[in-house]
């Protein structure tokens, strides 16, 4: 019994070790950025990236939820272009999209507001440049996260890889075909 004690001790205590040094290691402002090269022309990528119905086409969060309400308004492919989803499953959760710059065959900005699950705030840019007769795509999020997501970090790194990933192959397989 007590090398069973002892084992949950020493657990316990590694976890609160890993959280006051994950708390005090890892800064407020989160930053997370995917590339990948798709065979494509700059225009062609840009046609996807253009505007939110555009985006969602292979945007991995659309998936989670086939029943999602998405609202649209705004001129699409302007800024000020903006999407609202809302949805039961609180792995899609609800919030809204705007697009809040555009740089012609360059850049694609917005603003995301999170409800639900949590609420919070990021902003997502993508940005294009040529390789060759090809375009390197870079996708990026920047946040800034509560004190105690901070332990989180790893994980959200992960989720995060695993749909950039995801949505960027989709982004291929569009503008390559």
Sequence with gaps: MKTILKVIGIIVLLIVG????????FGNNYHYEKSMVINAPKEK????INSMKAFNQWNPWMKLDKNMKVTYTGNSGEVGD????????DDAGAGCQEIKELVLNKKQKSEMTFIKPFEGQATSEILLSSEGNSTKVTWTMDTEQETWM????????????????????????????
């Design 18 to 25: 890993y959280a006051i040094v994950a708390i005090l290691a």
């Design 45 to 48: 990528v840009w046609q996807q």
């Design 82 to 89: 903006k999407y609202y989803w809302d949805s039961k499953n």
């Design 150 to 177: 901070k332990i989180m970090r790893p994980m959200m790194d992960y989720q995060m890889g695993k749909s950039y990933e995801e949505g960027l192959q989709s982004l291929k397989q569009i503008c390559e075909k």
